[in-house]
């Protein structure tokens, strides 16, 4: 079962389609991890930085990506 939708903010799709296959797929994978969690993905995934807002948190190859995303209560979350 999961949480809820995740949606793709602009600069996420501008984003993706200039990372490697392998990127894309750890990417996938972390997004559907939000999904089946979401607000109750904790660290490493995340971090709470202010209330509902959030960090995610994941790494490509040796570089640490984070994104905010604010989760309003009852919505999906955006990445």
Not at 10 to 34: C, I
């Amino acid at each position: 079962m999961t949480w809820g939708g995740v949606e793709l903010e602009p600069e996420a799709e501008q984003w993706l389609p200039g990372l490697s296959a392998g990127h894309r797929g750890t990417v996938a994978f972390y997004v559907d991890l939000l999904a089946v969690r979401g607000p109750l993905l904790t660290e490493p995934y995340s971090r709470e930085l202010d209330g509902k807002l959030r960090e995610r948190r994941f790494h490509l190859d040796s570089t640490r990506s984070a994104s905010p995303t604010g989760s309003p209560p009852g919505a999906g979350s955006s990445c």
